[in-house]
């Protein structure tokens, strides 16, 4: 069981000066890693000029993409630019990449969805054309981090992941691509447990993507009020969503305990939050540091 490890995941800068601000205050709050997500829409960074920006402006802190949605690209242009982001970030790198999951991302893109299969079949072929592309440039590869919650996903991050990412969503049954629903403690666990049967004896270290942290006096009050502002959880009841390991609500005590419970119990020793999550969270990262 490793040692806790803090990211933030940012999503975006209005200009050089907002953005190497923000890295910055990730550095001095003690965060481990900076990564950036792969998303479009207004506001949105680029997965590889982002983390090699933060690496400059920056002396501890890794960087990475949590993730990068692989059937966006064309493998050559896409192992071009990785190699091109080691060598900028002095090997700081953490290479996240996945799958995708929005269709509508892929429609705003002029992109075929395809079916979750050949999206999976499609990153493992990319996996093998980037080791070609190290290889030939006689680079080392970035640690790989992989993420997902499939079978598929999670079957190949078990066999080839440095690092894997456990997001615990899942699209919710009949509803449109893209609409998520969380997998509660016992869903965990059998994700957990498949991804364990896989592994052959690897042990990479494990992440999970925290989704919301809320801190409160009053947990159960926290609970209710995120199961009501988000209507599509009804699957969860109250005592379900405070045992969600992708939610902590609490005081920073009761947070550091949930996280150490969730180590324990899951493995999750690298824990990641959202942006505006930054500044909440902080005390907690204190808190774990080093522990």
Not at 66 to 75: D, E, G, I, R, T
Not at 147 to 159: M, Q
Not at 164 to 192: S, Y
Not at 222 to 227: G, L, T, Y
Request: charged fraction near 25%; aromatic fraction near 8%; glycine fraction near 8%.
């Amino acid at each position: 069981m490793g040692k806790f490890k803090f990211g933030v995941n940012l999503w975006g800068a209005e200009s050089r000066e907002n953005w190497v601000a923000k890295c910055r205050r990730v550095e001095a709050l003690g965060y481990d890693v900076i990564s950036v997500p792969d998303h479009l829409g207004p506001g949105r960074n680029s997965p590889f000029p982002a983390p090699t920006m933060a690496a400059a402006v920056t002396q501890r802190p890794r960087v990475g993409t949590l993730v990068s949605n692989v059937p966006f690209y064309n493998f050559a242009l896409f192992a071009r630019d990785v190699v091109t982001t080691v060598k900028m970030t002095g090997d700081r790198l953490d290479l996240g990449l996945g799958s995708g999951h929005m269709k509508s991302e892929f429609d705003d893109a002029g992109l075929p969805w395809i079916p979750a299969k050949e999206r999976i079949e499609y990153l493992t072929k990319g996996l093998d054309h980037l080791r070609e592309h190290f290889a030939a440039e006689g680079i080392t590869p970035p640690p790989l981090l992989l993420a997902g919650n499939s079978d598929g996903v999670l079957s190949l991050a078990a066999r080839e992941a440095d690092i894997a990412g456990f997001a615990g969503l899942r699209q919710a049954p009949g509803k449109p691509p893209g609409t998520f629903r969380l997998d509660d403690a016992e869903r965990m666990d059998e994700r957990i447990a498949f991804f364990r049967s896989h592994a052959n004896g690897r042990d990479p270290e494990l992440n999970v993507l925290v989704q919301r942290v809320v801190v409160t006096d009053d947990r159960r009050a926290a609970a209710e009020s995120w199961r009501e502002e988000l209507k599509d959880q009804d699957s969860l009841d109250v005592d379900a969503v405070l045992e969600t390991p992708q939610l902590l609500f609490g005081t920073t005590d009761e947070m550091v305990r949930q996280l150490q419970e969730r180590r324990e119990r899951y493995g999750f020793s690298y824990i990641t939050v959202f942006e505006p999550m930054l500044e909440t969270f902080a005390p907690v990262v204190k808190e774990l540091s080093g522990q």
